[in-house]
């Protein structure tokens, strides 16, 4: 059973324009939520996170929105660069624990 | 800058050897956990290690054990590789939230 769910296996997005990636969870006991960004052969680097008290943290081009009713979380990135192409993993970390849940990835593509 | 290093990008080994992958962390953190990457599945956790001797297993630990003697360094043995684990191995340490991986090993068992 994936409690961390990404759907979308791949994004393809223009220069300049806004990536969405998405991110749905099944379990209500995560307390922080973050992203991470892999390149092939590299391990995934921290981006953003978010408190299960927020609903949005921002931190340059990047900003993470956290519905908690729709269990849903989402990646801004705004504006898209080709630097950007990447495998996007959401976490979830579980309360009063240090074990993260990982989604499956998606993988963006960001087209010059 | 935290800084998590493995020991090898790549490694090839036969099925049936007893295989090492070795991970050092210079930030003196608590945790440190071990996953495994493979296409389609995401970062699956074999083991964790909340403290130097002190493991608990993840959610994939069959094929695999863990030797925490000290507090930087945390190793992963597959004690008899089998093809099954061919895979990207990623090591990784933290303190509060956010967790800090390294490049990651390419293992691929023949």
């Known amino acids: 059973d994936q409690q961390v769910k990404q759907n979308s296996p791949s994004l393809s997005v223009q220069e300049g324009r806004i990536s969405i990636l998405n991110c749905d969870y099944t379990n209500s006991m995560f307390d922080y939520f973050l992203w991470y960004k892999k390149y092939p052969a590299e391990g995934p680097t921290f981006l953003i996170s978010?408190?299960?008290?927020?609903d949005k943290n921002e931190d340059g081009r990047f900003t993470v929105f956290l519905n908690k009713s729709a269990k849903h979380l989402s990646l801004h990135i705004v504006p898209s660069q080709p630097g950007d192409s990447a495998v996007y993993f959401c976490a979830a970390k579980i309360s009063g624990t240090y074990k993260y849940i990982f989604g499956t990835g998606t993988r963006l593509k960001v087209l010059a | 800058d935290v800084k998590v290093t493995q020991s090898s990008r790549y490694l090839v080994k036969r099925t049936g050897e007893k295989v090492f992958l070795e991970c050092v962390q210079d930030?003196?953190?608590?945790?440190m956990f071990w996953y495994r990457q493979d296409p389609g599945l995401g970062l699956r956790l074999i083991y964790f290690?909340?403290?130097?001797?002190?493991?608990e297993k993840g959610d994939i630990p069959e094929g695999y054990s863990v030797s925490r003697e000290k507090k930087e360094r945390f190793s992963l043995i597959l004690e008899s590789a089998s093809t099954n684990q061919t895979s990207m191995y990623l090591c990784?340490?933290?303190?509060?939230?956010?967790?800090?991986f390294g490049q990651g090993t390419r293992l691929t068992v023949v």
């Open positions: 978010i408190s299960s008290i927020k």
């Open positions: 930030m003196d953190h608590e945790n």
């Open positions: 990784a340490s933290n303190m509060n939230t956010e967790a800090f």
């Open positions: 290690s909340y403290d130097v001797k002190m493991k």
